[in-house]
């Protein structure tokens, strides 16, 4: 894909963004404001996405191996399950949804910082949504690994092992 058509692709995306998110970028002092820290707040949702995944996938590890340590599950059980949780409807579905916040992280990153000074509403819009498309990201994420976490939960109710809180 063009830049070009990339940039009128996520205009086109963008007309589903928040009202509210466009009307602070109106005011050009707010506009200004966003702008003049959004590497850095970019910088920190990621880092904080980053950790918010790795505390989740830590937790999900710990308690496939509570099974794997009571006898219920062996790795290759651990790794069965995981394979074929990640490859139901739900899951899937879930995954594709992901790919309109990356690309507003995407489009964000690589437009913003550029157009600031020539279009500093604009390079606005495009830093709310970015900094929004974190949010979304984290809840998309979080319902996947909730639905890993309550079929590992059912396995050791049946089996009455008591995961690692």
């Given amino acids: 894909m063009s830049f070009r058509t990339g940039l009128i692709w996520a205009s086109l995306v963008c007309?589903?963004?928040?009202?509210?998110?466009?009307?602070?970028?109106?005011?050009?002092?707010?506009?200004?404001?966003?702008?003049?820290?959004?590497?850095?707040?970019d910088a920190a949702k990621q880092a904080a996405l980053n950790k918010h995944t790795a505390d989740r996938l830590y937790k999900i590890d710990a308690e496939a191996k509570a099974l794997?340590?009571?006898?219920?599950?062996?790795?290759?059980?651990?790794?069965?399950?995981?394979?074929?949780?990640?490859?139901?409807?739900?899951?899937?579905?879930?995954?594709?949804?992901?790919?309109?916040p990356l690309f507003s992280v995407?489009?964000?990153r690589s437009t913003a910082p550029g157009i600031k000074a020539a279009n500093p509403t604009g390079a606005c819009s495009y830093a709310q949504d970015t900094l929004n498309?974190?949010?979304?990201?984290?809840?998309?994420?979080?319902?996947?690994?909730?639905?890993?976490?309550?079929?590992i939960a059912a396995v050791a109710r049946d089996k009455g092992v008591s995961l690692p809180p």
């Fill in 68 to 100: 794997i340590s009571a006898g219920v599950w062996t790795e290759t059980d651990r790794k069965a399950y995981f394979g074929k949780a990640r490859a139901t409807a739900a899951y899937s579905k879930l995954e594709q949804s992901k790919k309109e």
């Fill in 15 to 41: 007309l589903a963004c928040p009202a509210a998110n466009a009307s602070d970028c109106r005011d050009l002092a707010q506009a200004q404001a966003l702008n003049s820290t959004f590497e850095a707040d």
């Fill in 106 to 108: 995407q489009i964000g």
């Fill in 133 to 151: 498309a974190y949010d979304k990201l984290q809840a998309i994420t979080d319902t996947q690994y909730d639905m890993l976490e309550s079929g």
